[in-house]
């Protein structure tokens, strides 16, 4: 049974292994753990004592959040998990006028199917700051 806490304490480096999966260059252990530690809002899925997934946001507390990251296991893909941290991080943020995220293209349709609508944006990537 997979149970949600937004308690972050707890999550060692160790704690976050298997996750950036697909990233071009992932983060080093200590940024994963300084991303949930800095986040204004986070939400992690636990399956007993093991985290397979989490979602983080930052705010200005009136009317903008972003979502940073959404990352579950690849084991435990497809069953609902990120959905649900989608839909408890959003909860967590109401009523904030404009909640938005960045994904690939081929995760629209989940954003989707959780009532986000396609915008256009632009970012800059700088990959030597996940070392």
């Known amino acids: 049974m997979i149970t949600y806490t937004g308690d972050v304490a707890s999550v060692a480096t160790g704690r976050l292994e298997g996750f950036f999966e697909g990233w071009p260059a992932s983060p080093a252990p200590s940024r994963r753990v300084a991303a949930l530690a800095g986040a204004d809002h986070a ?3 636990f399956d007993g004592p093991q985290l397979v997934g989490f979602t983080t946001a930052l705010t200005d507390g009136a009317m903008c959040a972003f979502i940073a990251l959404l990352e579950v296991l690849p084991a435990y893909r497809g069953q609902g998990v990120g959905s649900e941290l989608v839909r408890r991080i959003t909860s967590s943020l109401e009523p904030i006028y404009t909640v938005s995220l960045c994904c690939d293209d081929e995760l629209v349709p989940f954003y989707e ?4 609508q396609r915008l256009a944006g ?3 990537h700088d990959r ?3 070392a």
Do not use: Y
């Open 128 to 130: 030597s700051a996940l």
């Open 113 to 116: 199917r959780l009532g986000m």
């Open 122 to 124: 632009m970012m800059r």
């Open 43 to 45: 939400v992690l899925a």
